[in-house]
């Protein structure tokens, strides 16, 4: 944090401040002036004029202190040389010039202050009882005093700016946090939106446009193929449900739906052949040395769940080949092939997303995802670590 300037740390000057402030000048004036004005009115009326006019001249100059510090608090301490009323905006201003806390100036302005009182004391019409040597002490004693304050003022100013500054940067990072944490739960949920409904809405657009062409249906097939898509858009209601009733689940913890598993692949492929798919499923991973991670079997079933995604969506009706093997020395692979689609005019569309969440959950198993076309086929491969 950057240390910051005596302009910044100060408060701001309200009437209230203002007025309080003249109010103290005032009462130490008074105490001062009260000492040597009978003097003056008896037989010096020259310095009483003196006084009056410097003392309020060094008013008007103490209200625009913050305007040159140093310069002001100069020139009313020359003035309280000759006015016990300049005491007051000349111990005002040394004491503004002192919560800077600038060596030179506030040495500068301290000992032009001591020197001002201590020749008043001896300058004016006053009668001293005490030993010059008790006066210069008491002078450098207020005029020391004087000058302390100032400097715990400062002290203090740069205190609070300094505990402001780490509450408005706490509170910024707060904010970051917040924003950072719904930034990645907004990503968590489009992915498992992504994961749970896309293969369903899929299946259900690939029904409902097959049924489109047809026209040559009876009524108990199109009855038999409409019952399908219902029973597939129930599927896709039925789990849109189970995510909503994870994120508004109320007891502040991270809860996740049931995840998939390996063996589950075999069951969403059978699926997708109800859903009239030419899928074929080629299993080729060992499991009899040392069982599959969750987490690996996960990924596996992400990748070819989304292989299956957009190959009912870019594809139908073409032969789709879903590969998968490895064991725990050389890893896994996965690879789903289908032909390039034609993209007929009622295909679902995408927006990408899938394969770049996929990307990032392969990268975080510490794997490698890779897609794109090979010939006239479309190709999504992947290995992963056994273990991530």
């Not at 309280?80 to 100036?105: C, D, E, H, M, N």
């Not at 996960?298 to 070819?304: K, W």
């Not at 870019?314 to 490895?326: C, D, E, I, M, R």
Request: proline share 5%.
């Amino acid at each position: 944090m950057d240390h910051p300037s005596p302009r910044e740390m100060r408060p701001p000057l309200t009437w209230r401040s203002h007025a309080w402030r003249l109010a103290v000048c005032a009462l130490i004036s008074a105490a001062v002036w009260s000492q040597a004005i009978e003097g003056e009115l008896e037989s010096h009326r020259v310095l009483f004029w003196v006084e009056i006019l410097f003392g309020l001249a060094s008013y008007v100059l103490v209200v625009m202190r913050r305007r040159a510090p140093v310069t002001i608090a100069m020139v009313i301490a020359l003035l309280s040389t000759f006015s016990g009323i300049a005491a007051g905006p000349a111990t005002l201003a040394a004491v503004s010039v002192a919560t800077q806390r600038v060596a030179w100036s506030v040495a500068l302005v301290g000992v032009t202050n001591f020197l001002a009182a201590t020749a008043y004391s001896f300058y004016a019409p006053i009668e001293l009882q005490d030993p010059t040597w008790l006066v210069v002490l008491v002078n450098a004693v207020v005029n020391t005093a004087m000058m302390g304050w100032g400097l715990y003022l400062g002290s203090r100013r740069e205190l609070v700016w300094t505990l402001r500054q780490r509450a408005v940067r706490a509170e910024a990072e707060q904010e970051l946090r917040v924003s950072q944490a719904r930034g990645t739960e907004r990503e968590r949920i489009a992915r498992e939106m992504h994961d749970v409904l896309a293969h369903r809405i899929t299946q259900v657009s690939m029904h409902s446009g097959a049924l489109a062409f047809r026209e040559d249906l009876a009524a108990d097939e199109l009855r038999a193929g409409l019952a399908q898509i219902q029973g597939k858009a129930n599927e896709a209601l039925h789990e849109l449900r189970g995510v909503l009733g994870v994120l508004r689940d109320g007891s502040g913890e991270p809860v996740d739906p049931p995840q998939p598993r390996f063996s589950d692949i075999e069951e969403m492929v059978v699926e997708a052949r109800r859903s009239g798919m030419n899928v074929t499923y080629d299993d080729r991973v060992d499991v009899t040395g040392e069982p599959l991670p969750d987490g690996a079997g996960r990924t596996l079933y992400r990748i070819v769940q989304e292989g299956l995604t957009n190959a009912g969506k870019h594809a139908p009706g073409a032969h789709v080949s879903v590969v998968v093997g490895g064991d725990p020395d050389r890893g896994l692979e996965v690879e789903v092939r289908n032909p390039l689609g034609f993209h007929p005019a009622g295909a679902t569309p995408g927006a990408g997303l899938g394969l770049i969440g996929l990307a990032e959950r392969t990268e975080l198993r510490g794997g490698r995802l890779e897609h794109g076309r090979e010939g006239s086929v479309f190709v999504l491969r992947a290995s992963i670590p056994w273990t991530s």
